[in-house]
Structure formats: structure tokens, C-alpha cells
């Protein structure tokens, strides 16, 4: 692709480039943002894919199989020559070819793709696409993360705080109304997710996403995702029946003071006086 790139912020890297474009947008979007703190800060997510173009053996299966170790080593992130034969094997295990000229392996971090012919760009782009749909959950469980230690302070605020601290019925349907906001906005990060493989449209490239998706575990996390979801739902339901009860109590209460105990004591009353 030759679209031109506009850059006012001087990089000298690509990571800085990258660091200052995000940067744009957040300054963009952060007035519609809810919850965006001055300080807030992103995560970085690296992933490096090393391209080989030439390579002098017949096939990329025999390049692959004669530099092994060193490949297993790139995908690892360690030195040449100090992985245990197990590990290799494990890291350079199901390889993923499309024609007879080139091969794929792909890691937590890394991926490593032998192609002379450079039409490897739709790699990429499933590599960048199943990262992007692991921030997303991510970031969505550090979110629920921060709802669950709330709501672990409000009850303890309820019911160990020896009767002192009282919920109101609005402040927990206030906040029952957030958590219905954040549990359709992760449904919906979650069935975009389910339907990444279908849109992609390619056997090919759909098979390099489930087996990226397979190494970054995104089904565990969207069961922890939606764990925590479920856990908060029933945390702040339990609040409002909780609520609901009290508020009830003390109507009763209210109501057999003024309507029964109220006119005795003022019949008691009357049969006292002379």
C-alpha cells in the first residue's frame, strides 16, 4: 500500500509514531469518555513478526526443520541454542502453510512467516486483529476488576459495618443502571468476537485467527469476563432485594407505631384521666 503517512509529532521510531497517533485519538474521544482519569495511562501490546524473504533449502519445511533452534529461539524470545528439545518442539509445533513456497509459526508474542513472494500482509493484519480482540477483553476484565473491589466495599459497608452505614434504594439502582450499561457494552465486545471468525470471509486466514486466539486463550478469558459479570449482577441484586426488604421493615415498623401502638397509648390514655 502506498497511502501517505502524516506525522506533526516528529517521530524518529515506529513506536513513537504509534505512541503519539494513539495519543491523537484518546485527545479526540476523551470528552465522550466516562471514567477517564488526567492520569490515565494504555497498556502497550507488542507483537513482532519476523519475514523471511529468501532462504537457500527447497522448501520452507526443510529451512524451518535446519534452523529450528534459532527460530524457536526468535519465537521465544530467548538466545539461540538454550531451549530444551521439548520446548522447541512446542513452540515450532503446528505451522500453517497456504502454498508450497511458505509457512507460518505463530507465538504468544511473536510470529515467524517464511515467504519469498512478500504476500504475507493478511497475516499480519489476522495477527494485529486477534490482538486487538485480546486487549479488548483485557481491559474489559481490569474493568470488572474495579466494579468487583466496589462492590466488595459496599458490602462490607452493609453488612459489616455493625448497622451504621444504610444503602439507599436509589444509589443501588443507580448503580444496578451502570452495571446494565457495562453488561451490554462487554455482551457486545463479546459476540463481536464470536463473529470475527465468520466475517473474515478466507478458510485460510480464518484458521491463523483460532490458532492465535487458541495461544492467547481468549475463550478463558471471555468465560472470566463473563464470570465476573454475573458475579457483580448478583452482588447488586441481592443490594437492592436487600434494600427493597429494609425499606419495607421500617414501613411496617412506621405503620404499626402510628396505627396501632399510637391510638392504644392514647386509649390507655384517656381511661387514665380523671
Known amino acids: 500500500m502506498n497511502l501517505p503517512v502524516r506525522d506533526t509529532s516528529n517521530s524518529e521510531t515506529i513506536e513513537q509514531f504509534a505512541d503519539s497517533s494513539f495519543q491523537m485519538i484518546v485527545n479526540a474521544i476523551k470528552e465522550s469518555v466516562t471514567g477517564l482519569k488526567k492520569d490515565w495511562t494504555f497498556d502497550r501490546e507488542i507483537y513482532t513478526a519476523f519475514c523471511v524473504l529468501e532462504y537457500p533449502d527447497e522448501s520452507p519445511e526443510a529451512f524451518l526443520a535446519r534452523n529450528r533452534e534459532v527460530a524457536a529461539g526468535l519465537l521465544a524470545g530467548e538466545a539461540p541454542l538454550v531451549l530444551h528439545e521439548s520446548q522447541i518442539h512446542q513452540t515450532l509445533d503446528k505451522p500453517l ?39 479488548e477483553l483485557r481491559a474489559l476484565d481490569g474493568l470488572l476488576d474495579t466494579w468487583l473491589d466496589e462492590a466488595e466495599k459496599d458490602i462490607r459497608k452493609l453488612y459489616l459495618a455493625g448497622g451504621k452505614t444504610k444503602f439507599s434504594q436509589r444509589g443501588v439502582k443507580l448503580k444496578l443502571g451502570r452495571l446494565q450499561t457495562l453488561r451490554f457494552d462487554a455482551l457486545f465486545t463479546l459476540e463481536n468476537l464470536d463473529n470475527s471468525s465468520k466475517i473474515i470471509g478466507d478458510y485460510f486466514l480464518g484458521l491463523i485467527y483460532e490458532r492465535l486466539c487458541a495461544l492467547f486463550n481468549t475463550e478463558g478469558w471471555k468465560i472470566s469476563v463473563e464470570r465476573r459479570l454475573d458475579a457483580l449482577q448478583n452482588v447488586y441484586e441481592l443490594l437492592k432485594n436487600d434494600t427493597a426488604e429494609r425499606r419495607m421493615l421500617t414501613l411496617e415498623l412506621v405503620f404499626i407505631v402510628v396505627c396501632i401502638v399510637f391510638p392504644v397509648l392514647q386509649i390507655v390514655q384517656v381511661m387514665m384521666s380523671p
Do not use: G, Q
Open 97 to 135: 502453510s497456504y502454498r508450497k513456497n511458505d509457512i507460518a509459526v505463530f507465538d504468544l508474542d511473536r510470529c515467524l512467516i517464511v515467504d519469498p513472494s512478500r504476500d504475507y500482509e493478511d497475516i499480519l493484519i489476522m495477527a494485529e486483529h486477534a490482538n486487538y480482540r485480546l486487549i
